[in-house]
T-cell receptor, first 114, second 118 residues
Framework: DAKTTQPNSMESNEEEPVHLPCNHS???????IHWYRQLPSQGPEYVIH???SNVNNRMASLAIAEDRKSSTLILHRATLRDAAVYYC???????????????FGKGTKLSVIP | GAVVSQHPSRVICKSGTSVKIECRSL??????MFWYRQFPKQSLMLMAT?????????EQGVEKDKFLINHASLTLSTLTVTSAHPEDSSFYIC??????????????FGQGTRLTVV
């Protein structure tokens, strides 16, 4: 999997928007951009993913640069429950039996200040 | 939505004993499950790929005789840490994907098992 680069940590005030950046300059045309987060002492959970267009879901928005070499995960209103490590992962389109593994980097530890 | 469940959530065992961790897909069938290990303040590292009805595939550096994986049904994979030592103390996490969702949907993770070997 292609490599991603994220800041080690970020802070946000509660109820303010948070923009978590991810650089992936070596992304290939068949790589999806996935975001997962891991709350303390829990397994990771899916947040969002996209290929070229910006994506929105109930948890977050994903803004993808036009050249796809970077992306930004946007939490519109941070809450204390959003404090977690956020992982940006590239995953090649898989045309196999329907399952795949993920390669986790160090991620960004988000702290939310009350 | 689809859920992956792990049991137990935490376990303490004595050195030299074996510990079994279960991973279940609750509302979908998973021919493949993945086992990760996470040491404190580090990221998840893939240990092995569990394949239903066949042998598991281990990542480089992971001892297959120490970390026994059994995937006897489409909804259950087990990881047994044999002859556990304190350095095996870690957070073990399993993962699976619902194949009904298409080629590039999300992976689901268990809640993790905190193993402490004393």
């Amino acid at each position: 999997d292609a490599k991603t680069t994220q800041p080690n940590s970020m802070e946000s005030n509660e109820e303010e928007p948070v923009h978590l950046p991810c650089n992936h300059s070596t992304i290939s045309g068949t790589d999806y951009i996935h975001w997962y987060r891991q709350l303390p002492s829990q397994g990771p959970e899916y947040v969002i993913h996209g290929l070229t267009s910006n994506v929105n879901n109930r948890m977050a928005s994903l803004a993808i640069a036009e050249d796809r070499k970077s992306s930004t995960l946007i939490l519109h209103r941070a809450t204390l429950r959003d404090a977690a490590v956020y992982y940006c992962i590239l995953r090649e389109i898989y045309s196999g039996a329907g399952s795949y593994q993920l390669t986790f980097g160090k991620g960004t530890k988000l702290s939310v200040i009350p | 939505g689809a859920v992956v469940s792990q049991h137990p959530s935490r376990v303490i065992c004595k050195s030299g004993t074996s510990v079994k961790i279960e991973c279940r897909s609750l509302d979908f069938q998973a021919t493949t499950m993945f086992w990760y290990r996470q040491f404190p303040k580090q990221s998840l590292m893939l240990m092995a790929t569990s394949n239903e009805g066949s042998k598991a595939t281990y990542e480089q550096g992971v001892e297959k005789d120490k970390f026994l994986i059994n995937h006897a049904s489409l909804t259950l994979s087990t990881l047994t840490v044999t002859s556990a030592h304190p350095e095996d103390s870690s957070f073990y996490i399993c993962s699976a994907r619902d194949p009904r969702g298409g080629e590039n949907t999300e992976a689901f993770f268990g809640q993790g098992t905190r193993l402490t070997v004393v």
